[in-house]
């Protein structure tokens, strides 16, 4: 016979069946959550790929934070992030203003950061090319530092490429980059500079495909 009282018994039974219908609830909202979820990036996908506006940030019954980290759906909303906010820095657009400068800034600083700690090698090497875009817009806006970038853009492409081999934009942006440090190589060893704009990051390429 347990030595317990039976009140204690009662409050312990209590107490368990508290616990089964709080985690109860918690799987019903999950479960809600993962449909909310779900919905949500497939359809803002559209909205943006339409040019609108996107925060891929659905209502959710948890705390966000809590059914986000749960369903490990983190990394696909950064990766979507850091896609929009490199679109948003508007990276084929000449630096004409302060604040040109610190968007593009921000926009590869994101990319560089989420690139390094991202597992998926397929996103990681999308990001990696997204950087290199960076970089080659950069050698445009930079003259006297042209070689420079578009060593850096050369270095990241290949990396992009090792990761993922049927990256098609990576192949036509490192195409496009060792073409430019050629040329710019034959620039600088003729009399004067005779080098030719850069032309936007994926512009002219013999490879099929687009670069960014």
């Known amino acids: 016979m347990s030595s ?3 009140w204690v018994r009662a409050v312990g039974g209590g107490v368990a069946v508290v616990a089964l219908v709080v985690v109860a609830v918690v799987l019903v909202a999950l479960a809600a959550d993962v449909l909310r979820w779900d919905r949500e990036l497939r359809e803002t996908d559209i909205a943006y790929a339409a040019g609108t506006s996107s925060s891929w940030t659905p209502d959710t019954l948890l705390p966000r934070g809590v059914s986000e980290g749960l369903l490990g759906v983190g990394d696909d909303v950064d990766f979507r992030d850091a896609v929009a906010r490199f679109w948003a820095s508007d990276p084929r657009a000449p630096l004409r203003v302060f ?105 002219g390429s013999a490879t099929s495909g687009s670069g960014f």
């Not at 397929?122 to 950069?138: D, G, N, W």
């Not at 006297?144 to 850096?152: G, K, L």
């Open 4 to 6: 317990r009282p039976a």
């Open 99 to 203: 604040a040109d400068v610190t968007r593009r800034s921000a926009a590869e600083r994101g990319v560089a950061r989420l690139a390094e700690r991202e597992q998926n090698t397929k996103r990681k090497s999308v990001l990696i090319t997204l950087r290199s875009a960076l970089l080659l817009e950069e050698a445009r806006n930079s003259p006297t530092q042209r070689q420079v970038f578009v060593r850096r853009a050369i270095e990241q492409l290949e990396r992009a490429v090792r990761l993922d081999p049927g990256n098609e934009h990576a192949i036509y942006d490192l195409e496009l980059a060792l073409k430019l440090l050629r040329a710019s190589g034959e620039g600088v060893q003729g009399g004067g500079d005779r080098r030719a704009p850069l032309p936007s990051p994926g512009a």
